[in-house]
Each structure stands twice: as structure tokens, then as C-alpha cells.
């Protein structure tokens, strides 16, 4: 098996202040029959004290297949999807609370 750990540089999801994120990546892993790697991720902030860690698992073939894509310009289209994916569900869950008030007054 192959492991790798990785540091870069990142910005604190919650108050914004520069942190670093940790990764180890290892693979191949075999789940259920299937082959993937295994990103094991780490994010403390110094500033706020904000924390994420996890374990992800990406299908090795999926994930080869892409290889030349992750680079910064790919990047950057993933960031901008997640945020507007964040975006969209805080303005589903406002218009949510927003009828559950008005339903509230009446």
C-alpha cells in the first residue's frame, strides 16, 4: 500500500484566518469488492478553534481517470459548486423558516 502525507496551506471555513490542512492518502483500499483511495483529512484553527476531520473514500478508476484534472483551475470550479451548493440550501432553509413564521402568525 501507498501513503503519502500532505500539508497546504487553507482558510478557516468559519472565521476566514489562514490554517493548514493535513491529509493522508493511501490506497489501493478494497471495500466491498470495490478499489478507491482513502483521504484521511485534519483542519484545526488556531484563531477560532474550528475542527474537521474525516475519512473520505474516492474510486481509484474515477480518481485516475481525473488525474491531470487537479489542478488549480478545476479547483477553483469545485470550490465555486460547493459554495453555491451551500448557498442554495441556506436559501431553501430560510424560505423554509420564513413560512413557518408567517404560518406562525396567523
Known sequence: ???RAI?????CPSCGAPG??????????NRDGDTFIEVKYHFKCEVCGHTEEGTV?????GLYR?????????????????V???V???????????????????
Open 1 to 3: 500500500m501507498e501513503t
Open 7 to 11: 500539508e497546504r496551506p487553507a482558510v
Open 20 to 29: 493548514t490542512y493535513s491529509y493522508v492518502v493511501s490506497g489501493p483500499v
Open 57 to 61: 473514500y474516492v474510486p481509484l478508476e
Open 66 to 82: 481525473l488525474r491531470y484534472l487537479l489542478v488549480p483551475e478545476a479547483m477553483a470550479v469545485i470550490e465555486r459548486a460547493k
Open 84 to 86: 453555491l451548493t451551500e
Open 88 to 106: 442554495s440550501l441556506l436559501d431553501i432553509k430560510a424560505g423554509a423558516e420564513a413560512r413557518a413564521t408567517a404560518g406562525g402568525d396567523r
